[in-house]
């Protein structure tokens, strides 16, 4: 995209979370479309590979949300913790707190991107792009975090597992906006798995990713929280796969049942990353590896 293609797009910067509900609310009754910008890692590569229609094609606005302080807080009272929208990868990386209590936001941070792309992206436009290889929505599906969302009406929150309804397609209005991310840290002790395979360690988007969290107690599986990325039109919760995991005692589950159970879980499909049967078996052998990982606690 070229700096002339910039200068065709509207641009404001909203002083505060009540005038960007007000603007939005007053575009959608309008039915015009809302560009919310804070990393703009996703908005320009877009733009790029996609770039707006010549003749006239009415342009959206893009509203800067990137030093909206409501946006950009992280914040731990005890076993919770509030992410604003606009946290950056790098900010979550840092974060003493989230580093001791949720290892892995840090270690899908870490691995996303090159360190440019850490210190612009932000979760909430994770989120919003809805890709299916999404690092951080897989990280958050793992932890079964909370999406709320704001806007002149008031908040609402809608479970990570529901935000999406297909691919790149999720449950916010269009006078809305992703205010933050809500989550119930893992125990003291919790297993905290994050697998990325791709073609390399970082700076590239993965051929698959595991997200997984398990708390254990007496040989069995309390809380299991997963989400897998490249292997289905969303993130994949892995419903199967997790109601295995907590059924009975992790020793009498063995890994031809694992198998089955992802397989149910998973749609892989070929494109220019890798094939579907690639990432079957890629997604097979990593739902081995952290039940391997519950069974030694």
Not at 7 to 29: F, G, K, M, S, V
Not at 149 to 165: D, I, M, N
Not at 249 to 267: F, K
Request: charged letters at 25%; aromatic letters at 4%.
């Amino acid at each position: 995209m070229s700096l002339p293609e910039l200068l065709e797009y509207e641009y404001t910067r909203p002083p505060d979370l009540a005038a960007l509900c007000a603007l939005l609310a007053e575009r959608a009754d309008r039915g015009d479309e809302t560009v919310l910008l804070a990393g703009g890692t996703d908005f320009f590569v877009e733009l790029h590979i996609a770039p707006v229609a010549d003749g006239g094609t009415l342009r959206p606005l893009v509203a800067d949300v990137s030093r909206l302080d409501e946006l950009r807080a992280i914040e731990i009272d005890g076993a919770a913790a509030r992410i604003g929208a606009a946290a950056t990868y790098a900010e979550i990386r840092r974060h003493p707190a989230l580093a001791e209590r949720a290892p892995i936001l840090g270690a899908m941070a870490r691995e996303v991107g090159a360190i440019q792309i850490q210190a612009r992206g932000t979760l909430g436009g994770n989120l919003a792009t809805g890709s299916p290889a999404a690092d951080g929505v897989a990280a958050l599906a793992a932890l079964d975090a909370d999406v709320v969302l704001r806007s002149a009406r008031g908040e609402r929150k809608v479970p990570v597992g529901a935000f999406y309804t297909g691919y790149r397609r999720t449950v916010r209005a269009n006078d809305e906006l992703i205010l933050r991310v809500e989550l119930a840290l893992p125990a003291s002790g919790a297993v905290n798995y994050w697998r990325k395979v791709g073609t390399r360690s970082a700076q590239a988007i993965s051929k698959v990713a595991l997200a997984a969290v398990g708390e254990i107690a007496r040989g069995r599986a309390t809380r299991i929280g997963l989400g897998m990325a490249s292997v289905a039109p969303t993130i994949a919760f892995l419903p199967t796969v997790r109601a295995l995991l907590l059924s009975r005692p992790l020793a009498e589950i063995v890994d031809a049942e694992l198998d089955s159970a992802t397989d149910a879980d998973v749609a892989p499909i070929d494109d220019i990353r890798s094939t579907a049967a690639y990432r079957r078996h890629v997604a097979r052998v990593l739902v081995r590896r952290f039940a391997d990982e519950l069974r030694v606690r």
